[in-house]
C-alpha cells in the first residue's frame, strides 16, 4: 500500500538521506526576506548553514524577483519597529509616572526606584535610538551596505532560473486560471488578488516542475506560507505538504521526490544533518518570527479578503444602480414620446371643442343644436382625458427623473469614492502581503 499510495506517507529515513545529500535546496522569497528580520546571530547562523551548501542551492527566477521588488518595503518595515517600539515605551513610562505621581507621599516614590526606572528607560531608548540611527544610515547609504542584500546576491549568483517569455507566462496564468476553479494547489488562496499577481504562487511551482524535467533530482522546498494550498491541514495541524504538489513533482521528476520545510525546521535539520552550527536561539528566533508573520499574515488576508468581499458588493451595487439608471432612462425616453403624443391629443381635442362650440353657436335648428351640445360634451369629455393623461404622464415622468438624479448622483459617488477607496486599500494589501 505504501508503494501505491505514498504520497500520502512521510519520507522514509533512506529518502530523507538522499534529499539531503542530493536535493536542490530552494528557498521561497518569504524565507529570503525574513533573513532581513532575523537578529544578525540568527541570519549568520542561517546563511551559514546556506554557505555549507551552496553547490546545491537554486530559486526560480520568480523568487528572485519577488526578493528584490519587495526587499526595500521589508527593510523599511523594520527600520518603522523602531519608532513604533519606543512609542510604545514612551508611553509606558507615562503610565508609570502617573501612577507614582498618584501615590505621592509614599517610601517608593520618594526612594531612588524612580530614578532608577527613569534612568534604565532612557538607556533602553537611547540604545533603541541608536540602532534606529544606525539602520537609517544604511538606508541613507542606498542599500548598498545590506549585507544581507551581499549576502543573498553571493548565495545565488549564477544560481537563479532562466525568466519566462511572456507567451510562456501567458500560458501558466490561463492554466492558473482553471486551477484555482478546481482548488488545485497551489495558489488558488491568492485568486482574490489582481492578475497577474495571483498567479505568483503557481509560476514558482511551474518553473520548479521545469527545471527538475529538463535534470530530474529531488528537492527540498522551505517555505514559510503556512496557507493550505500548499500543506496539508487538518484540524489546524499540518501533516505535510499537499499530495497533489507531491505526485505533480514526482511525474514532472521521472520518480523524484520533494519535501517541504518551514525554514525553522530547516535550519534544525541542517544542524542535524549537515553539520552546521546551529543554535537552539536561533531556532527560537525563526519560530517566533514565522508564528508573527503567520499571525500578522493572517490578520492582513482577513481583512483582506473582507475588504474583496466589500469591493464585489459595491461593484454589485454599480452593477444594479447601472442597470436601474438604463431601465429608468429607457422609461423616460418613452414617456417623452408619450408626453408629446398626449400634448399632441390636447391640442387636437381642444380644436375639436373651439369648433363643437362653434356649431352650437351656429345651429338653427333644435335637432342641430342637440347635436352640437352632444359633439361639444364628447369633444370636452375627450379633452378631459387627454389632460388627465398627460398631467399623469408628466407627473410619473417627473418622479422617474427624481429617482434618476438620485441614482445617478449615488452611482457617481460609489464609483469616485467608494470603489476608489476600497481600491485603494486593496493594492496596499496586496503589497504588504507580498513582502510576507
Do not use: C
Amino acid at each position: 500500500m505504501r508503494k501505491e499510495f505514498w504520497e500520502y506517507y512521510p519520507p522514509s529515513e533512506r529518502e530523507l538521506e538522499i534529499l539531503w545529500r542530493d536535493g536542490t535546496i530552494i528557498l521561497d522569497a518569504n524565507v529570503l526576506l525574513h533573513l532581513h528580520r532575523y537578529g544578525k546571530k540568527t541570519r549568520d547562523e542561517f546563511v551559514n548553514a546556506l554557505t555549507r551548501n551552496s553547490e546545491r542551492l537554486w530559486i526560480p527566477y520568480q523568487v528572485a524577483l519577488e526578493y528584490q521588488r519587495n526587499r526595500l518595503g521589508v527593510v523599511h518595515s523594520q527600520l518603522d519597529a523602531y519608532s513604533k517600539i519606543e512609542g510604545l515605551i514612551t508611553e509606558s513610562v507615562e503610565n508609570v509616572s502617573k501612577g507614582f505621581a498618584a501615590l505621592k507621599a509614599h517610601p517608593v516614590t520618594e526612594g531612588p526606584y524612580l530614578a532608577r526606572f527613569r534612568r534604565s528607560v532612557k538607556a533602553l531608548l537611547d540604545g533603541i535610538s541608536q540602532q534606529q540611527s544606525e539602520h537609517r544610515d544604511q538606508l541613507r547609504g542606498g542599500i548598498a551596505d545590506d549585507e544581507v542584500w551581499r549576502a543573498v546576491s553571493d548565495l545565488y549568483e549564477g544560481r537563479v532560473g532562466p525568466a519566462n517569455t511572456e507567451e510562456k507566462l501567458r500560458r501558466i496564468y490561463e492554466e492558473g486560471a482553471a486551477r484555482y476553479d478546481e482548488k488545485v494547489p497551489p495558489g488558488y488562496l491568492d485568486a482574490g488578488k489582481e492578475e497577474p499577481d495571483r498567479y505568483g504562487d503557481l509560476v514558482v511551482w511551474k518553473q520548479i516542475l521545469e527545471s527538475v524535467s529538463a535534470d530530474p533530482r529531488p528537492v527540498i522546498f522551505v517555505t514559510d506560507d503556512a496557507k493550505e494550498d500548499w500543506w496539508n491541514r487538518v484540524h489546524g495541524k499540518t501533516t505535510g505538504a499537499r499530495v497533489e504538489l507531491l505526485r505533480e513533482f514526482a511525474e514532472a521528476s521521472g520518480g523524484h521526490r520533494i519535501h517541504f520545510y518551514r525554514p525553522g525546521e530547516f535550519l534544525r535539520r541542517s544542524g542535524e544533518r549537515l553539520d552546521a552550527n546551529v543554535s537552539k536561539s536561533a531556532i527560537e528566533e525563526i519560530r517566533s518570527v514565522s508564528k508573527s508573520e503567520e499571525d500578522h499574515a493572517s490578520l492582513l488576508s482577513r481583512e483582506y479578503n473582507d475588504l474583496v468581499a466589500r469591493l464585489g458588493e459595491a461593484r454589485r451595487d454599480a452593477e444594479q444602480y447601472d442597470h436601474e439608471i438604463s431601465y429608468l432612462m429607457g422609461q423616460i425616453s418613452a414617456l417623452d414620446l408619450d408626453v408629446d403624443r398626449l400634448t399632441s391629443d390636447a391640442r387636437e381635442a381642444n380644436a375639436r371643442l373651439g369648433s363643437a362650440s362653434q356649431l352650437a353657436e351656429d345651429a338653427r335648428s333644435e335637432t342641430e343644436v342637440k347635436a352640437a351640445i352632444n359633439m361639444r360634451s364628447l369633444a370636452k369629455h375627450n379633452l378631459n382625458e387627454r389632460q388627465v393623461a398627460l398631467s399623469e404622464a408628466v407627473d410619473r415622468r417627473d418622479r422617474l427623473r427624481e429617482r434618476l438624479l438620485f441614482l445617478q448622483s449615488r452611482r457617481t459617488g460609489l464609483a469616485s469614492d467608494e470603489i476608489e477607496r476600497l481600491q485603494a486599500r486593496r493594492r496596499v494589501l496586496e503589497q504588504r502581503l507580498r513582502r510576507r
